[in-house]
């Protein structure tokens, strides 16, 4: 009987070694590198913004759209669609001339350079990249637009329960794989005192999007003209984290 136990306990000595020795063995999955994309290395010229990028900024594999195009009707050219890089800091003036501003006053992070973005905007990413966070915000020229309304949009109100978001979408092979709202202006709350139009830079959590080849942004907005939206098309973007 003392034989069979000791034979016993001997087997399970070994068990317990053995998932010792388990537990501490190291992993074979490589370990992935966090990089932010930051904007501070882009040569923006004197005039505080750069709106013409060919083929659309890259950086790290990774490529921002950016469409800059020809007028025909009143011959000039005009940023359309996607992302400019500007280091404009202007958190009083009202209007489209205005436009390259964000109205954090600075870009994330009390850095120099980031992005603005049109509605619609897309970036593309290759597969070995897996998103972790984004800063995002207003742009001057929408913020003070929704809170004082301009000769094309209205005055953002509680009585009107208005608001700004965007959709953030991911997607593979052209179809959607997941998204999340972002509100950037929102007056729907009951209590009065917790409407807001975003102005500080905001972290969003883009760890959801998980396998995608691109990011889409769509803005919408309480104030429309039929299928028109009147709040300025435009938000800022800083501070994209990923990793690979």
Do not use: R
């Not at 594999?61 to 469409?67: I, K, L, S, T, Y």
């Not at 202007?90 to 600075?106: L, P, Q, R």
């Not at 991911?170 to 997941?178: E, N, Q, T």
Request: net charge neutral; charged share 25%.
């Amino acid at each position: 009987m003392k034989k069979q136990l000791l034979i016993v306990g001997l087997a399970l000595t070994a068990g317990l070694v053995s998932c010792k020795k388990d537990e501490i063995t190291p992993s074979t999955t490589p370990l992935k590198t966090t990089y932010t994309i930051d904007f501070e290395d882009v040569s923006i010229p004197s005039k505080g913004y750069l709106d013409s990028i060919s083929g659309g900024l890259l950086s790290h594999d990774v490529n921002f759209e950016n469409q800059y195009i020809f007028d025909k009707d009143d011959k000039y050219w005009y940023f359309s669609k996607g992302f400019a890089v500007s280091k404009v800091i202007n958190v009083d003036t009202a209007g489209f001339g205005n436009m390259y501003a964000t109205f954090a006053g600075k870009g994330a992070d009390n850095s120099k350079n980031y992005l603005v973005s049109t509605d619609n905007s897309i970036i593309k990413l290759p597969a070995s990249v897996q998103l972790v966070s984004m800063a995002i915000t207003n742009t001057t020229y929408a913020a003070l637009s929704m809170k004082h309304g301009d000769d094309f949009a209205k005055k953002f109100t509680g009585k009107d329960k208005d608001f700004l978001k965007v959709w953030v979408k991911g997607y593979a092979s052209g179809k959607v794989k997941d998204s999340l709202e972002v509100y950037l202006a929102n007056f729907q709350f009951t209590d009065s005192t917790q409407n807001f139009i975003q102005k500080e830079w905001k972290t969003i959590d883009l760890s959801k999007f998980v396998a995608i080849d691109s990011l889409n942004f769509k803005l919408e907005s309480s104030d429309m003209s039929g299928k028109w939206m009147n709040t300025p098309e435009y938000f800022t973007v800083d501070n994209i984290k990923f990793t690979k």
